[in-house]
């Protein structure tokens, strides 16, 4: 499975942003997808999850009612829609994908990984 991320930018506070995965080599509607970041000096983290169907998410705290993840079958694309953007956004972010119907914030769970797209939200 190739992943590539894409939609990072530099925004100022308040602003909003779209971050898009295309998948590839597998079955989309096979693999659970997900949204991980890792700011400067720190380590990478959990954001959002959805599942094979979409019928799921589930958000890190830091980000529910302000990123949504979702995902076009159609397309082999996920998408993560970043509102209301705050400094302690900015991160790279990485689109994970794991071969089962997955619903978890483990990193180590997920067997592929895009090359990070970097978002930087300006104070």
């Known amino acids: 499975v190739q992943l590539q991320a894409s939609g990072g930018g530099l925004v100022q506070a308040g602003d909003s942003l779209r971050l898009s995965c295309a998948a590839s080599?597998?079955?989309?509607?096979?693999?659970?997808m997900a949204w991980f970041r890792q700011a400067p000096g720190k380590e990478r983290e959990f954001v959002a999850v959805?599942?094979?169907?979409?019928?799921?998410?589930y958000y890190a705290n830091s980000v529910k009612g302000r990123f949504t993840i979702s995902r076009d079958i159609a397309e082999n694309t996920v998408f993560l829609q970043m509102n209301s953007l705050k400094f302690e956004d900015t991160a790279v972010y990485y689109c994970?994908?794991?071969?089962?119907?997955?619903?978890?914030?483990?990193?180590?769970?997920?067997?592929?990984w895009g090359q990070g797209t970097l978002v930087t939200v300006s104070s």
């Open positions: 080599g597998r079955t989309f509607s096979s693999l659970s």
């Open positions: 959805i599942t094979r169907t979409g019928g799921s998410s």
């Open positions: 994970a994908a794991a071969n089962r119907e997955s619903i978890t914030t483990l990193s180590y769970r997920y067997e592929y």
